[in-house]
Each structure stands twice: as C-alpha cells, then as structure tokens.
C-alpha cells in the first residue's frame, strides 16, 4: 500500500476534525483522541517495518512526476522518528486525562494536540522545502494554541515572546526558501540535492545553508539563538511542556540533520566546522542553565538545550559513527525528555511546587515514584544498560574518528553534569527530612504516574534492546551519510 | 527592476527590524506584517521578473511569468494572515489582564507573575 506514509499524517489531522464537533463532552473527546492516537501508532508500526523492509518509501501526490508535484519520502530516520512521536503523544494524552483539567479540555486542547501531531509527523515525512515550511506553521500554529491555553498572566506573557520569535523565525525561512528557489529553481529535496551536487556549492549556497541552520536553529534552540526557550516552556502545563520539550526542539534538529546532509554536504570545512562549534557552544549554556537553577522545570528544559547540542555535534562530524550516534540520541532524548517531564509533572502533583527548597523525602511516601525518577535520571546520563549509552558512545567515536578530540571530551564532561542536575533533583526531593506535601488521592497520583512510568520502561526497553534496534538506526544513517540514496529513491520511481 | 526590488525589500526588513525592537507591543505587530510583507515581496523578485503574461492558458501566449512564486505567496499570506490574527488577539488579551502594551515590563519570575 503506497499510501502508507500518509497515514501518520492523515490520522491525527481527521481525528482532529472529528474532535472540533463536540468541544463540551469530555468523555467523548477523550475517548476519541485515545482512539485516533492508538489507530496512529499502528499505522506507523507499519510504516516502519516497511520501509525497513522494502526501502525508502516515496510518494509524489496527485501521480505528478518526482519534481513537479509534492513529494512525501519515508526513509528509515522519518519514519522511526514518526513512530516516536506517536508513542510520546499517546502517553501524553493519557497523561492529560488526569492533569489538564476540564476547563482547558471543553476548549479544544485535545484537537491542538492533534493539529501539532500532524504538523510534526508531516515535518518529519515531508520532502519538499515549502512543505516542510507549511508543516511547520500546522505545528507552530497549534503550539500557539497549546501554550496559550488557559489564559494565565504568566502563560500571555511568555506565549507573546514565543511568537515573534516563531513569527520573526518562520519570515526567516520563507526568505531563505526564495533563494534557495532562484539560485536551483526547484523545492523538491531530493531535486535540489541533484541540482546542488550538479552546480557544486558555491559561496552562495554556502550562504543559504547557514541561513538554513540559523531558521532551524531557532525552532531548535542551539547557541545563541536558544534565548526565547527556558522561559517560554516553563509558562505552560506540564504536559504541554512534555509536548513541547520531547517533540517541538526535535523537529529543528531533524530539519538540520536533513538539510546538511541532504542538501549542503559538499563544503563541509565551513558548514559543519561551524555547526560544530555552535553544537559545543549550545552543550556549555546548557550545562550552565542546568546547574544554575533549584527549579524542577528549568534544570529539564537546560537539559533540552544539552541534547540538541550533543545531537548536532554528532550530525557535524559527518562519519558513520556520528552520525549513527545522533539518530540513536535523538530519539532516545525524546523518549527520555518526555518521561523526565511526567516525572517531574508528577512531582509537582504531589508537592504543589516545583521549587526544590521546598521538598523532601518523598522516598518514604511515594518509592515507586523515586526509584523511577533514578532509572530515568541514570538513563538520561547515559549509564550503560540505559537508552543514552549507546548513542553518546557512537557520537563520542565519531569525534575521535574525526579527529575532534576535545569536542568529544566536552560531550563525556557534559554527561557529568547532566547526571549532576538530575540527581540534585533525587537528592534534593525524594531524600532528606519529609516536608509536608499535598493530599493527592490515589487515582490521580496513579493516571499521572503510570502513563509517566510507561515512557520510562520504554526507554528501559530501548536500552536493553539497542541490538534489535540497530538495524534501523544503521540504515538510517546510512541514508544521511550517502544522500545518494535518498535522491535516487524519490527521483527514479 | 530586481535591483530596486531587493533595494525596496531591504528598506522594509530594515523598518521591521526597527519596529520588532521597539518598547510598544503595538508596534511589535506592525513591525512583523512589515517583515512578512518584505519575504513576500523577495518570493517575488527570486522568482524573477521575467515573462509578460499573466500564468494563465491563454490562445498565442507563450512568454507566461513563473507561476509557482505566485503559489507560493498566496500560500504564506494566508498564514501569516493567520498568524497575524493570532498575534493580535493576544496581544489585545495580553493589555486586558497584564495591563500594559510596553514590552519591557512585561516581565517576572515564579515570585512575580
């Protein structure tokens, strides 16, 4: 079935429709979203094993030839990456059943939810450069929505910032996106790829491509241009931030990933020599934000910001091994991004604050709460048997290969801090004299803690199973390291 | 033509810069359809000008101006029509609760929302 790869896209958008119908009946709007989210990540089950099958997966809608009309390409990074987030919004909108509460519910959260699945999963699948700028204002469009929600002093302030700077970011692109037009006169990637490879990159294009980092950079948040996100994240619910800080950032990185590899690997001593100085630029402010603060939410979202710095550098070394790294890191920081926010969502649920000053031994009350916080914080870090060794392993390599010794030491010293700011969390929260907290009752602590607790085995699992999972992140990688491949796939069907 | 084009587009990135820092919230939004205003208009000039007829199928007319820019544009002015609306209403949302339009005191921490 061609089609296939649509699906992920189609699913959460008509789901969404539906959920417009009836904004005030809550129970119908929750039972439809869980519906359309499972139906959606059976369709990208499948997506997966068959582009992992049959090779890379392209669709040129309405049966126009590869370049002229739009093109959806699944290869095995997309669509692992379509499958991610699937699983991410599924535990979420479980999660929200018990957090989010009814006022915001009766006013369209769930269909925002869907709009922004579906602006994420067509960013991911798209390959086409307008398109993918059109994905971005679905999904952008819909984080309005989501951070907004509610209509709190602190949440109109920082929803404000959050969009001009989207606002300023997305004039940005489509700039970028008319020069790139009137130097190859084309938008299909892969068509653009070709024409470049054609040409060879000459300064202008060198230009454009630091344009391109520079957008995707600030839907990103890398060095310098992170400034708006630690304030903007932490204004809206958790879940919403668990939304936010798993998917949104990602894409960004996905959208570097592919332009440098795709479309700009030809001048790599400027591009990626930049691209990595910025990558260890983003790792050091993130590190220092991390440790800087004594409030839950903050030390997570400067973990953000460390991620995307250690993906990237792993993109800008341009080996195998580097790149194998970041698409194992990538998706294991979304899993874990995503668990680590429950947790904390959980937290606050049970102490009414997100101040660490404020708490303490919640090891007594809530156990199974600490210990899943301390497999999560180890996974994060990267501790072996977890979901961060093995990527941070392979980018590590990567820069040893390449001959950039000291980047690879930062990435090794960031993890020290990383686990640093995350067990500060455990030791300031979960030991220490017990301080009085919230009556929660049981039913909510368990709707919080067990959608929060699935994220977390998952990453367990994808620790564990990094030898099953291995295959895909090879041939993903391997798409990104010969874009060949990619060009082939979509240009001679 | 390109020439006074890119002249003409970089005098209206330059006002929207301008007006993006200024203190007024007001502003702000004048300043962003100033800068959407200018990437449509680059689309434009990118696309070339090149071409006499209008893209559409005509009798004897073989010179057509390039088609896709013009999707294009209309593509991104309804978003950011859309998103113009958007930034508007919460602008005006933003005045009701918070009290004020200036940009620099539209600020806080956890102990002062």
């Known amino acids: ?493 | 033509m390109e020439i006074l084009m890119s002249v003409i587009i970089g005098f209206l990135f330059m006002a929207a810069v301008y007006l993006i820092l200024s203190r007024s919230l007001i502003r702000v939004v004048i300043g962003t359809g100033l800068l959407s205003h200018g990437a449509h208009l680059l689309i434009l000039t990118m696309g070339g000008f090149s071409g006499s007829a209008p893209p559409v199928l005509a009798d004897g007319v073989t010179d057509f101006v390039d088609p896709l820019p013009q999707a294009l544009i209309l593509t991104a002015i309804v978003i950011s029509f859309g998103v113009t609306a958007v930034f508007l209403v919460m602008a005006y949302r933003a005045y009701q609760e918070l009290e004020t339009d200036n940009m620099t005191l539209l600020k806080g921490n956890d102990e002062h929302d």
């Open chain 1, 1 to 493: 079935m061609i089609n296939l790869l649509l699906f992920p896209v189609l699913i959460p958008f008509l789901t969404a429709m539906i959920l417009m119908f009836f904004p005030k009946r809550v129970s119908a709007q929750r039972a439809v979203t869980a519906v359309g989210m499972i139906a959606s990540v059976i369709a990208s089950i499948f997506l997966l094993i068959t582009v992992m099958r049959d090779g890379v997966q392209a669709v040129t809608l309405g049966s126009w030839p590869a370049p002229f009309g739009i093109t959806m390409v699944s290869d095995p990074l997309s669509a692992a990456l379509v499958l991610t987030s699937n699983l991410i919004t599924l535990a979420i909108v479980f999660y929200s059943f018990r957090s989010i509460g009814e006022g915001r519910e009766k006013h369209f959260y769930y269909p925002a939810m869907m709009f922004m699945l579906t602006g994420v999963n067509g960013a991911f699948t798209t390959g086409d450069i307008f398109n993918l700028f059109v994905f971005f204002e679905v999904l952008l469009m819909a984080s309005y929505v989501l951070i907004v929600l509610g209509g709190e002093k602190r949440q109109l302030r920082e929803s404000i910032k959050y969009i001009l700077v989207n606002i300023v970011s997305s004039a940005f692109f489509v700039t970028t996106v008319a020069m790139l037009y009137s130097v190859t006169g084309t938008l299909n990637m892969a068509d653009i790829a070709a024409k470049i490879t054609d040409i060879g990159q000459s300064g202008i294009l060198t230009v454009i491509a630091v344009m391109l980092i520079l957008v995707f950079g600030l839907k990103g948040a890398i060095f310098p241009l992170y400034f708006w996100l630690p304030s903007s994240y932490a204004a809206p619910p958790v879940p919403v931030l668990a939304l936010f800080g798993a998917l949104l950032t990602k894409v960004g990185v996905y959208a570097i990933m592919r332009t440098v590899t795709l479309l700009f690997p030809h001048d790599p001593g400027f591009t990626h020599e930049m691209l990595m100085i910025l990558s260890i630029l983003t790792i050091v402010a993130g590190c220092i934000g991390a440790l800087a603060y004594f409030d839950l939410k903050q030390i997570v979202i400067y973990n953000i910001i460390i991620a995307v710095g250690v993906i990237l550098f792993g993109v800008a070394q341009m080996n195998m091994a580097g790149l194998e790294g970041a698409v194992f890191y990538l998706i294991h920081d979304m899993f874990i991004k995503a668990g680590l926010f429950m947790l904390i969502g959980v937290i606050i649920a049970v102490t009414g604050t997100s101040n660490l000053r404020e708490m303490g031994g919640l090891m007594k009350t809530y156990p199974a709460l600490a210990w899943t916080w301390l497999i999560a914080a180890f996974g994060l870090a990267g501790i072996p048997p977890l979901s961060g060794f093995f990527g941070k392993l392979l980018i590590v390599q990567g820069a040893f290969e390449a001959d950039n010794l000291w980047g690879g030491i930062i990435i090794l010293a960031s993890s020290l801090i990383v686990l640093l700011s995350v067990i500060r969390i455990f030791i300031h929260a979960f030991w220490g004299e017990p301080k009085p907290v919230k009556a929660t009752s049981k039913q909510i602590y368990r709707g919080l803690f067990v959608p929060a607790a699935m994220i977390t085995a998952l990453t367990v699992f994808y620790g564990v199973g990094t030898e099953w999972l291995r295959p895909v992140m090879f041939d993903a990688a391997e798409i990104l390291h010969q874009p060949s491949i990619y060009i082939d796939a979509v240009l001679k069907e």
